[in-house]
């Protein structure tokens, strides 16, 4: 069965389950005291990889598969690539810019 992050998702039974979106949020909450132990750099990176998270939304909420948390790492590995090539592409032209 497909399904959507902003609708609750339904079980056999026709109960209403909770959606990918209140799982993140609880896996979020869960990892609260870790979060505090955090040095408060550290807290500020924490944080931007659930946002990360948060921005694929929709795909974790396909990946039927895997645990919704798996996803959600999927999900910020994702992100942190994304930055990593970014940030190697602005090297490389200011290397470039530099020997040139």
Partial sequence: ???HPTIAL???MGRTLVT???LLNETEANLAAF???LRRSDQYVFDGL???ARRHIAAIGQAESLLPFESALL???LEQSKEIAVLEQKVEELIKKNSG
């Fill in 35 to 37: 979060r505090r132990t």
């Fill in 50 to 52: 659930f946002a990360a």
């Fill in 75 to 77: 999900a910020m590995l």
């Fill in 20 to 22: 990918i979106t209140q």
């Fill in 1 to 3: 069965m497909p399904t």
């Fill in 10 to 12: 339904l079980n056999d």
